[in-house]
């Protein structure tokens, strides 16, 4: 079972300016031109601790900056372990949504306890950067994503009463439209109470599973240090948004992926005993490409297979797709886009190992005009449909994961809005 735990947080001060100028995005998504222009929002923007410039001692240098911030009054602990209520407000495909989540501590388990499930597999190298910068300075600068079944409904309904009710703590807007508002709640008894339906179930990582294992890894090292933690030591627990599944504001994009290859003449003898092939009449350009793709919601729309071509590919059966599962998997584990187009479309075509997906062999993407600026160069291009919350959890709750880069939740949860200290 999990384990929630309230924190207290670590939070900007009014000394750091507005909050649009103070929030960054988690570091995996961040580019160094990201990271360049979040740093000249502010002297005090998230980016300076989650992915400081990569020069020197980087890990001692961010434990340095984060000493001053708190010295100088920029960063405040809160005097109280709190719960905190997060909404995030966003515009998707021109509807306006919002997604509500607690940020609170849930306690870092091994995943084999069941209490906290994955959905990918994870690298090793982000993991020791992740392990690196906990142990310089012993903070969790960026909330993990999860999600929570939320059967009874109450966590929603805490969520609700906050936002809807509750005096606002603050707010702000990033450069992306996103706006994020936050309230602070002592974490009363009867609050906890209520949550308490929350923990008959497991919670599943919807993104940060590196950070999610790092907690762990960190927890562990602490322990070696220090010995046994108590129970309700804050180095036990992740920091951690928790979404109910059923929140409106739940959206996934799907990723899509461009090989900066050619396809082999005979393309269309390699795909046909698994897929029916429509060759498609839009143009090369995202609105039309989308228009596809979302027009095919049981295909995969391959661009450039033949120059200029678009085409949908549709599974000629059940049977087809379970052909592709390996020993072990499922044919549902099969069924998933992702996994469709690995099995059944990027190994006959080109066979690209593992260790060439490591090193870049494909390039992912939410967004369909990235494929289509990267086509310019040539290669072949894969828009693929995404793969639902609910499909995540089945296949978590039967212990199977999807490769990397397998979903894209939006918007990812904001840096800097609450930071995680890993000491009473």
Known sequence: MPRLMPIRGLRYTDKAGPLDQLLAPPFDVIGERERERLADLSPHN????????????????????LDRWVAEGVLERDAEPMLYVYEQVFVEAGVERRRRALICGVESQPWEEGAVLPHEFTMSAPKEDRLRLLQATGTQ??????????????????????????????????????????????????????????????FYIADGHHRYETSLAYRRWLAEREGTLPSDHPARFAMAGVVPVADEGLVVRPLHRFVPREAPADWPERLDPLFDIEEASAGVDPGALEAVRAGAPDGIVAVNLSPGSVHVLRPRSEAAIASLAPAGASARWAATAPNLLRLGVLDPLWDISDEELRAGAVTFTHEVGEVVEALRGGGVGFLLQHVPASEVIGLADG??????????????????????????
């Open 46 to 65: 998230a980016v300076r601790l989650e992915l400081a410039e990569a020069e020197g001692e980087r890990y001692a240098a961010v434990a340095g900056e």
């Open 141 to 202: 600068f960026s909330p993990i994503f999860m999600l929570a079944r939320d059967r009874s409904g109450q966590l929603a309904g805490l969520l609700a009463s906050t936002a809807e009710g509750a005096a606002l703590d603050t707010s702000g807007e990033t450069a992306d439209g996103v706006t994020h508002r936050l309230w602070a709640l002592p974490a009363d008894r009867e609050r906890l109470r209520q949550l308490a339906p929350l923990l008959s179930e497991a």
């Open 399 to 424: 212990g199977e994961r999807l490769p990397q880069k397998s979903t894209f939740y939006y918007p990812k949860l904001g840096t800097g809005l609450v930071f995680g200290p890993l000491s009473p």
